[in-house]
């Protein structure tokens, strides 16, 4: 898969998982694939399996990814955060944890793309920081 075909994917799953954050019983599955059809979005059938794999192994591993960000990000609860934030984190854990085969640089890199796309001029050092020392805290490192 490419990383173009990824990177897109990314950005489809951080749209689902900011929509299910509002409602968590959307059906994310069928978004997916309904969600690409209704808004006529440009995203490659790859991607969208990509953007289904990752968000079903977010929503699978919620609580310990959520964990894991409550305890990397000094002095935030999460539900304080943004909703991008979060939710861009939620990835970025995600991937670290449930995607051995994704360098750490790439996903730790990765998300702060997005964070620089959506979120706010903080953001993207936000992420960065917080992911990294969930990287460390799963056992990942950078030569990973």
């Known amino acids: 898969m490419s990383q173009g075909t990824r990177r897109s994917g990314r950005s489809y799953a951080l749209q689902l998982l900011y929509a299910r954050d509002g409602d968590a019983s959307n059906d994310l599955a069928g978004a997916a694939v309904n969600?690409?059809?209704q808004f006529e979005l440009e995203i490659d059938g790859q991607a969208q399996t990509f953007a289904k794999e990752l968000v079903a192994a977010a929503v699978e591993r919620a609580k310990e990814i959520d964990d894991l960000i409550v305890s990397a990000s000094k002095n935030w609860r999460i539900d304080r955060m943004s909703r991008v934030d979060?939710?861009?984190?939620?990835?970025g854990a995600c991937e670290l944890l449930a995607f051995?085969?994704?360098?750490?640089?790439?996903?730790?890199?990765?998300?702060?793309?997005l964070a620089k796309r959506f979120g706010t001029s903080e953001s993207s050092a936000f992420v960065n920081g917080v992911l990294d020392r969930i990287a460390g805290a799963v056992g990942r490192t950078a030569e990973d």
Do not use: G, M, S
């Not at 979060?86 to 990835?91: C, M, Q, Y």
């Not at 051995?100 to 793309?113: G, H, L, M, S, Y």
């Open 35 to 37: 969600w690409a059809d």
């Open 86 to 91: 979060r939710n861009i984190l939620r990835l």
């Open 100 to 113: 051995r085969d994704v360098p750490v640089k790439v996903a730790i890199n990765e998300a702060v793309e």
